[in-house]
């Protein structure tokens, strides 16, 4: 076993933390930092929204070892009510942390107790824990880590005085981190508003599905290319901003125009075209990760696998009056908007809209099975048809 984990370590995951942009993903890397840190077995993350906690992330060597948890409480709508009665509960409504050695040995005096609910259920065995609150600016509790089951020489043990030190350290840095990164994701939700002014169908729901489809999308793909976690998760961040404002130049294009939908002479059509470019030229830098993503999505998302899209070659995309080329072709198109068309495409069709019933889920992927090799790339849908199961949870998390 390697050397315990020191301060100048918690200052390093600090200082990481502090770069991650991305609200989820942040969530994420803080759970799973802390866990680490302090050799838990298992973790588990809950933000709350009003009276209730919700489970955000839970991560288990045991149950089942890393990589593969975050499918199954990524996109989960189970909570557990604001109030003492439950460990999480308790650390949420009084903002101090808890330090137990083991659940099933809490006197029966205090206000809380342990629901062995969940050991029962998966055959776990929950010992320690240590249960640290996310107290935000205004002193209001943002969520609760609960860590559990400390290892050391293979066996459980308590977690340490220091453990809670170090943790609610971290649980100060991570929530000013936090709320860096939320003030972001509004910033990008403002964006999508001002293109909704124009279009009614680029709604916050439909572009925030767009940004979990794609990066998810992003995700497996990777993983089947064997590309690192951490690259995966710091593009990941990156991903989902961009496919999120991927029509976000529809606030330059004249709503008449838009509303038309798909019924376009010649003229309207190069003039609804001009989203693409319109939008890309908001992201000129090229020495961001961030922009230089976004605008990949936001020119390229109607490109086609076989050509047959928009806007095509262009040589400067801020010459004006904008000249279309010849539409990308395969691996020409890149490959964050090869994803996100599938994402965009896939969501359209599943979506109710004043013209056209939602399909099935079964049906969208049906067309975009239908079309791979011609409108969209195969390998991609290929990954995406296997998907099934995520994109239904997240269909029912952002309605
Ligand atoms: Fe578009
Ligand atoms: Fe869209």
């Not at 990481?16 to 973790?43: P, Q, S």
């Not at 709604?203 to 979990?212: I, L, P």
């Not at 079309?371 to 995520?390: A, C, M, Q, W, Y």
């Amino acid at each position: 076993m390697s050397a315990r984990p020191e301060t100048k370590d918690l200052l390093k995951i600090i200082r990481n933390l502090h770069h991650i942009h991305d609200y989820t993903v942040l969530l994420e890397r803080i759970l799973h930092e802390a866990r680490l840190f302090v050799r838990a077995d298992a973790g588990t993350l809950y933000l709350r929204d009003n009276d209730k906690l919700y489970f955000n992330y839970i991560e288990n060597d045991t149950l089942f070892p890393e990589g593969k948890s975050e499918d199954k409480f990524t996109y989960t709508d189970r909570s557990i009510p604001l109030n003492k009665s439950s460990l999480a509960g308790f650390v949420a409504v009084t903002a101090q942390p808890l330090l137990i050695d083991d659940v099933y040995a809490l006197p029966d005096s205090l206000d809380f107790t342990f629901n062995p609910e969940f050991d029962k259920k998966s055959n776990y065995h929950t010992q320690s824990q240590l249960v640290i609150p996310l107290v935000g600016d205004n002193q209001k509790t943002l969520g609760v880590i609960q860590l559990i089951n400390a290892q050391y020489g293979g066996k459980t043990v308590p977690f340490s005085a220091m453990d809670k030190v170090h943790i609610s350290f971290l649980a100060d840095h991570a929530v000013l981190a936090l709320e860096k990164a939320s003030m972001a994701r509004e910033m990008v939700m403002r964006m999508v508003a001002i293109a909704e002014l124009r279009d009614p169908y680029e709604t916050g729901s439909h572009a925030k599905r767009v940004g979990e489809y794609a990066l998810v999308l992003y995700d497996h793909f990777a993983e089947s290319r064997g590309v690192s976690l951490a690259e995966r998760n710091q593009k990941k961040e990156a991903f989902r901003a961009a496919a999120i404002l991927h029509d976000v130049g529809k606030a330059g294009v004249s709503g008449d125009i838009l509303a038309k939908n798909g019924h376009y002479n010649e003229k309207e059509k190069l003039l609804m075209y001009r989203h693409t470019v319109y939008g890309a030229r908001l992201f000129p830098d090229s020495e961001s990760l961030w922009d230089r993503i976004a605008r990949e999505v936001v020119l390229n998302h109607h490109e086609r696998w076989d050509g047959s899209g928009y806007p095509g070659k262009i040589k400067d995309i801020n010459t004006n009056p904008i000249k279309f080329g010849y539409g990308k072709k395969g691996k020409e198109i890149p490959l964050s908007a090869r994803i996100v068309a599938i994402a965009d495409v896939y969501d359209a069709l599943t979506s109710e809209r004043s013209y056209k019933e939602a399909w099935t889920a079964e049906a969208a992927l049906h067309f975009l099975k239908s079309k791979s090799d011609k409108l969209f790339d195969p390998e991609l849908v290929g990954i995406f048809l296997k998907l099934n199961e995520t994109l239904d949870a997240i269909k029912r998390n952002f309605k």
